[in-house]
């Protein structure tokens, strides 16, 4: 990028993350004046937007107290921030008092009063975007690490996983040693897919122990985990990470179907119901529904967030008949059913709305759907973790609902990208659907 670029900010990206005016390193951000206007009137607002837009007004007022705002800010980073208007009129056929329709006003503008300046215009808005490009203004997405460099593309992400190709006898010696050294440096708590040079029959698989510097066999629970067994060798991987105490934050992403919310549930289940190392099973997700909103529902909040968390319920309901241990507690006349360690306090599943200001400490917290979630919604979650608590989120990248998220931007990709060198962390990319056949179907022909 050369050092006369200069961003015009739309609404929604500030909405987004209010801090994105810091994030064009020394090029020049424009905020257009109606932007201003319609942060005002998000800023009562209890939500993520509400608490967004009085960021951004805080900040900004900041920036006003070191110049004049009208005339541009120098930020640390190197760059310029001002807010303005449009000198030109709106174009024809356009509605002039339409918000989106000014800020396009005040990019043409820009580029008409300096046609050697780069002019580009950030929205999480796609139609905007589109009109915008219709005018000759050039227009991206807001994508936090694009423009710092630290963002890879989708298909670039992190997947935990890596292949090498090494002598035979590194193989045998995992396997009678229990560990291997290695020269090439890992990521922390990488596994490896680990192919005979002369033989491809000759295989196994590991994991990078960063402490050790060396990888280590992969845990396989040999009674299965609450009754299920792993199908391939990213679930295998996957509850390696869920059982292993040491590892505090484990992300699983993948399709519909390959398991990733069941496992996490199961090792939930078996560190805090049969192992006691966690006081409870806390799942959370977004209140976010599929399609249509069905409007405001009737009853308690427990009856009017029951929807939203069926899918939790049916996954349980599903290991509670998959598992022996848990038919032979019914056999006995125990009843651990869901509802009874619910009532136990055993198992917490309840909505992430509230869980700003909380503090969890000694638990299994499980956030399904993450891909909802924004990055500073992902950063609220984690900050919440008290002692001896262990988070898991689960999603798919590319399974969004929310319209000004996406493969890259959400919160899950975010975390990842954030934790991938932490030896705390562990992640695994499922790949394989185990749901069904029809299933796989689907998510690989539609």
């Not at 993350?17 to 206007?37: G, M, Q, Y």
């Not at 905007?128 to 694009?146: H, M, N, Q, V, W």
């Not at 990521?187 to 680990?194: A, G, R, S």
């Not at 929807?307 to 006995?332: C, E, T, W």
């Amino acid at each position: 990028m050369g050092t006369n670029k200069k961003f015009v900010i739309d609404t929604n990206v500030v909405l987004f993350d209010p801090r994105s005016v810091f994030k064009f390193r020394n090029h020049e951000v424009i905020i257009p004046l109606v932007v201003i206007e319609e942060i005002d009137r998000f800023k009562r607002a209890m939500n993520e937007n509400g608490r967004n837009a009085r960021t951004f007004s805080r900040l900004m007022d900041e920036l006003r107290d070191m110049g004049s705002l009208h005339e541009g800010v120098k930020l640390d980073t190197g760059g310029v921030l001002r807010v303005s208007m449009a000198e030109s009129e709106v174009f024809k056929g356009l509605d002039e008092g339409y918000a989106d329709n000014q800020m396009i006003a005040l990019a043409k503008s820009l580029q008409d009063e300096d046609p050697s300046s780069e002019i580009t215009f950030i929205s999480k808005d796609i139609n905007l975007r589109i009109k915008a490009d219709a005018f000759g203004i050039e227009a991206e997405d807001y994508k936090p690490t694009k423009f710092d460099g630290d963002v890879p593309e989708s298909e670039a992400l992190y997947t935990g996983t890596t292949t090498m190709e090494v002598p035979g006898e590194v193989i045998d010696k995992l396997f009678t040693q229990k560990r291997v050294e290695i020269e090439h440096r890992l990521k922390p708590n990488q596994f490896v897919f680990l192919k005979d040079e002369a033989s491809s029959s000759h295989t196994a698989i590991g994991r990078f122990d960063y402490n050790q510097s060396c990888i280590v066999p992969v845990y396989k629970p040999v009674d299965g985990l609450w009754g299920i067994y792993p199908r391939n060798a990213e679930q295998t991987f996957a509850i390696d990470l869920l059982l292993n105490d040491e590892i505090k934050l484990v992300s699983l992403v993948g399709t519909a179907g390959t398991g990733k919310t069941l496992l996490a549930l199961a090792a939930g289940l078996s560190k805090t119901v049969d192992d006691g190392i966690y006081s409870r099973l806390l799942v959370s997700r977004p209140v976010m529904p599929m399609g249509k909103d069905l409007g405001y529902l009737p009853g308690t909040i427990e009856e009017k967030l029951h929807p939203y968390m069926q899918p939790i319920f049916d996954n349980i309901d599903f290991l509670f008949g998959a598992s022996s241990v848990a038919k032979s507690h019914r056999r006995g006349g125990v009843g651990r059913g869901c509802q009874e360690l619910m009532e136990q306090g055993l198992l917490n599943i309840e909505p992430l709305t509230y869980i700003r200001g909380r503090s969890i400490p000694q638990q299994f917290m499980i956030v399904d759907e993450a891909q909802n979630l924004s990055p500073h919604e992902m950063k609220t979650i984690i900050t919440r973790a008290g002692d001896n608590t262990k988070i898991v989120i689960t999603g798919d990248t590319l399974q969004i609902d929310s319209p000004y998220l996406d493969s890259v931007s959400n919160g899950l990709a975010y975390v990842l990208e954030c934790f991938k060198s932490e030896p705390i962390a562990g992640h695994v990319s499922l790949e394989k659907g185990e749901r069904s056949r029809l299933s796989e179907l689907a998510t690989q022909l539609m």
